[in-house]
């Protein structure tokens, strides 16, 4: 008999179902008995416990939705050793019900903040095994996660949209793309929705270049722009400030997001109309694609093979095209940024996507 944990922590994505539903099917058709406890909102479910006991049927028919049957929130990492405001000691009470449960081991599907906690817990003696989240890509020791091939899809498919009226109105477009402090979303759907111009957090641009950009294209005949920003894309002068003045800098900051100051910079350095689409959190929504359905399934049905053969402390990634078990101590406390050297910035640059540098 195995007893066995699940919850959805953080930002919410496309195939957290998918994946949950591979451990389940897996752990299932093993032929040992399982009882499976569903943590409710993430870590907040674990430490107040309130959790809901699964069984197999509860994962029939999810494969493709979208969102999270158990719910998720955010519970910061950094107050995780404050107590709550009734003073109770969430790591203590987190470890309280692992033991009340008699779990053999808690399955966490979490990006970074979340994998940072699981780790802690499994320094704290619990049998954990993680699976990577966010349609950010931005994990360390995978080099994918499920929900972003999704997000790509969706924020391809705004950059799509866009390109139509763009042309012809002759005007400036700035898709704001997702992908907190990293730029793998903004990069995939930017090329894959042909943009002109990408700026990514990882290169700093230059205002100068951006519209160098803009008045060669016109000066050839192009009289639209496309460009996909990432909502973490930064100037080259912020990038220089320590993080505290970028913080101060923040306080007083007179637009909505990074895209409608560079759409302003633009419109004043050359008097073009420029227009902001921001799709936000649809690019979290909606059904995975098929990519992720499998890509799930296959790193679900891993997590239960750990945990059928007591593997304990790993996160199941994908690496160099094959699924690997990586120790949480390397995964927890890093971020996966982009490579401005990397072959596939490279090749944008030779396709003459302008970058900004
Ligand atoms: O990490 C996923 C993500 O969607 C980021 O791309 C984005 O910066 C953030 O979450 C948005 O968070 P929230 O849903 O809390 O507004």
Redesign the pocket.
């Known amino acids: 008999m195995k007893r066995i944990g699940l919850l959805t922590s ?2 919410d ?1 496309q195939a957290l179902n998918a994946a949950m539903r591979g451990v389940v099917k897996t752990l299932a058709f093993s032929g040992e008995a399982v009882e499976i406890y569903g943590f409710l909102e993430g870590y907040k479910g674990l430490i107040y416990g309130n959790f809901q006991m699964l069984t197999g049927k509860d994962f029939s028919g999810i494969l493709t939705k979208g969102g999270t049957i158990l719910g998720s929130s ?1 519970t910061p990492f950094k107050t995780i050793r404050e107590p709550d405001p009734n003073g109770l000691d969430k790591v203590e009470a987190m470890k309280q019900n692992y033991y009340k449960l008699k779990l053999d081991c808690l399955v966490v599907l979490g ?1 970074n903040g979340s994998h940072k906690t699981a780790n802690l817990l499994r320094e704290e003696g619990l049998n954990i095994v993680t699976l990577p989240k ?3 890509n ?1 994990l360390w020791g995978t080099d994918m996660t499920f929900g972003f091939q999704s997000a790509v899809d969706i924020a391809t498919n705004a950059i799509d949209c866009i390109h139509t009226t763009a042309a012809s109105h002759g005007r400036v477009f700035i898709v704001e793309v ?3 402090k990293v730029g793998w ?1 903004t990069l995939n759907a930017g090329m894959a929705g042909g943009a002109d111009i990408i700026l990514v957090p990882e290169i700093p641009y230059d205002i100068n270049k951006v519209v160098d950009k803009i008045e060669e294209r016109e000066s050839t005949g192009s009289k639209f722009t496309i460009i996909a920003v990432a ?2 894309a930064i100037s080259k002068e912020t990038a220089k400030l320590s993080k505290k003045e970028q913080k101060k800098r923040l306080e007083d900051y007179p637009y909505p997001s990074v895209s409608y100051e560079v759409a302003d910079q633009i419109y004043k350095m050359t008097g073009k109309e420029v227009r902001v689409t921001v799709p936000g ?1 649809t ?2 929504g909606g059904s995975p694609c098929p990519y992720d359905r499998v890509f799930a399934s296959r790193l679900g049905a891993e997590a239960g093979k750990l945990i059928l053969e007591g593997e304990y402390g790993f996160m199941v990634g994908y690496r160099n095209r094959e699924i690997v078990k990586v120790p949480l101590d390397e995964v927890a406390g890093k971020l996966k940024y982009l490579d401005p050297d990397a072959r596939i910035i490279k090749e944008a640059k030779l396709l003459g996507i302008c970058f900004g540098d």
């Open positions: 953080g930002g994505c955010r990006g966010t349609i950010d931005d997702m992908g907190h979303l909502e973490g959190h690019q979290r």
